[in-house]
């Protein structure tokens, strides 16, 4: 796509790792695709930016930030579509219990 002017767009969830800007203890080590060394390669390929938003912006019932790698041909709409829904910090949803796979853990609504 990218080389024929089309546009890229990939979904990851957010970093947690210790010197993300969404640290979760616990998860110091963590890591997300965008840091492997596959990624980067592909971005000297396919050149362009991340842009971050909060899903409880769109309605969703927890903050969930994701991250978008989108090529130059889609920043401009990327960022303003996406790159504008953030929760203020006042209004993060209250906490949940959430179960699953028969583990149970508390998750910010």
């Known amino acids: 796509m990218h080389a024929h002017g089309g546009g890229v767009v990939i979904e990851h969830p957010v970093n947690h790792g210790a010197e993300s800007m969404w640290p979760i203890k616990g998860r110091e080590a963590h890591s997300t695709l ?7 390669n592909f971005t000297k390929d396919v050149p362009g930016e991340r842009v971050f938003s909060d899903q409880c912006a769109a309605g969703a019932p927890t903050r969930k930030t994701t991250q978008w790698y ?13 790159g504008v829904l953030h929760c203020p910090e ?7 219990l959430l179960a699953g796979a028969g583990r149970r853990m508390l998750c910010a609504k």
């Open 90 to 96: 006042r209004e993060t949803p209250r906490p949940v």
């Open 34 to 40: 965008f840091e492997t060394t596959m990624f980067l």
């Open 70 to 82: 989108c090529n130059e041909a889609l920043l401009a709409p990327m960022f303003k579509y996406l």
